[in-house]
């Protein structure tokens, strides 16, 4: 039975997994105690040990074992069990599995906010370019699909103007349904939905993520800062709590500029996003096309 975990553990436990992953330990198993020890998580969390102690050399293969309570939530054991989709070597095939892996998913308080329809990801299961807004809003609940109304057309001049088409990278949000309102999700709404955004990175592996607006940027890269600070720059990225199972892709470059539907707002920062983008081509090698592309 799933049950909600408390924010604040989830956020140590995922910390904690994070840091292991910037070790290169990614295979985790749990150890079993006795309820009657009846350690709380906070101090279970804290108690995490490799297998060896740290003072020693790391073994090639790195493996740690969490010592947790036997009641501790399913939903924290997700983040440690190995993914359904690890060796299937189709990423469509892959991202499927993730999408049937997310179910009906009633995890975050969202799912009983008004969605139609989860909404999880659309475009080249293999792209080199990959888009993360923020959450679904009317039309992509209505649809389905990511981007679709209209800060997704504009989103569609910025592909084009950089030279591609939408057909050609991958496009996702934090989170896959829609908040009431349009209003910015949770952060707990965030940290639930997000590992299965990691998952979908992993498969998809792109060389650069743009991260679009500051739900996105701040998710992803678990800063909170502004977006003036934020921008103009890459950050080396890996999804946290996920490897691929490419041995060559552990990480991609992630860049942060406005979200569509702040530049239909102020369309005066175009120029500064326009910028931005320049940056992600100059790295991907694209040009933009001869005809000229606006970004409108
Ligand atoms: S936003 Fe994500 S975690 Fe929340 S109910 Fe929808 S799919 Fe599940």
Redesign the pocket.
């Known amino acids: 039975m799933t049950r909600t975990l408390d924010p604040e553990l989830r956020r140590a436990l995922a910390a904690r997994i994070r840091y292991y992953n910037e070790l290169g330990i990614y295979d985790l198993y749990r150890q079993p105690v006795s309820q009657s020890a009846g350690a709380p998580l906070a101090a279970s969390v804290a108690e995490i040990q490799t297998e060896r102690e740290f003072g020693d050399e790391m073994s090639p293969r790195k493996s740690v074992a969490l010592r947790t309570p036997a009641a501790v939530e399913e939903s924290a054991l997700e983040i440690l069990a190995s993914k359904p989709e690890h060796g299937i070597s189709d990423p469509a095939k892959a991202l499927q599995i993730i999408r049937e892996d ?1 179910g009906d ?7 009983k906010q008004g ?1 139609e329809q ?1 909404v999880f990801g659309v475009g080249d299961p293999e792209a080199d370019l990959m888009f993360v807004g923020e ?1 679904p809003g009317a039309d992509e609940d209505e649809q389905g699909k990511p981007f679709v109304g209209r800060a997704g057309q504009l989103l569609n001049n910025m592909i084009k103007a950089m030279g591609i088409t939408r057909e050609q990278v991958y496009i996702a949000n934090i ?3 829609r908040p009431p309102g349009n209003r910015t999700p949770e952060r707990e ?1 965030c940290e ?2 997000s590992p ?1 955004l990691m998952r979908q990175i992993a498969v998809v592996k792109p060389k650069v993520i743009v991260a679009l607006g500051a739900t996105a940027a701040k998710t992803l890269l678990a800063m909170n800062s502004s977006m003036a600070q934020l921008r103009g720059r890459f950050y080396d990225f890996k999804p946290a709590g996920v490897r691929s199972d490419d041995p060559n892709w552990t990480a991609c470059k992630l860049a942060v500029t406005y979200h569509p539907a702040f530049l239909l707002r102020d369309p005066r920062q175009k120029g500064e996003a326009w910028k931005d983008l320049q940056m992600v081509m100059k790295e991907l090698g694209l040009k933009p096309p001869a005809t000229g592309v606006r970004v409108q």
Do not use: A, D, Y
């Open positions: 997310l998913c009633t995890r975050c308080p969202l799912h969605r989860i959450g989170v896959k349904c709404e639930t939905c299965f």
